[in-house]
């Protein structure tokens, strides 16, 4: 089992900052890419962010320049790092990692999403 605990979600005004973070845990070989997918009411979950485990980053058109995602492969972490935040930002943001397992088993594992709120 991969379990993906995100953190760091909560309610801003906007133009304000969050930092969102993932721990990744189990019974884990190998992370590759990892992302950040987000979730509005009435709407499709769409990328963020991603990065590979070499650290190739791409955003979706709406977050760059304002977003950043970095990761730790030493601890299994990801972060999204969120400037001057838009109310069309607020959704439900949710964690993603390509997992190669310790039985070689290769699959996607997600998070259980954390809520960013951004008032005008």
């Known amino acids: 089992q991969v379990q993906l605990v995100e953190s760091g979600g909560g309610l801003v005004q906007a133009g304000g900052s969050l930092r969102l973070s993932c721990a990744a845990s189990g019974s884990i070989f190998r992370l590759n890419a990892m992302g950040w997918y987000r979730q509005a009411p009435g709407k499709l979950r769409e990328l963020v962010a991603r990065i590979t485990f070499g650290g190739i980053t791409n955003y979706a058109d709406s977050v760059k320049g304002r977003f950043t995602i970095s990761r730790d492969n030493a601890k299994n972490t990801v972060s999204l790092q969120m400037n001057s935040l838009k109310p069309e930002d607020t959704a439900v943001y949710y964690c993603?990692?390509?997992?190669?397992?310790?039985?070689?088993?290769?699959?996607?594992?997600w998070g259980q999403g954390t809520q960013v709120t951004v008032s005008s």
């Open positions: 993603n990692a390509d997992v190669v397992r310790t039985n070689m088993y290769r699959g996607e594992s």
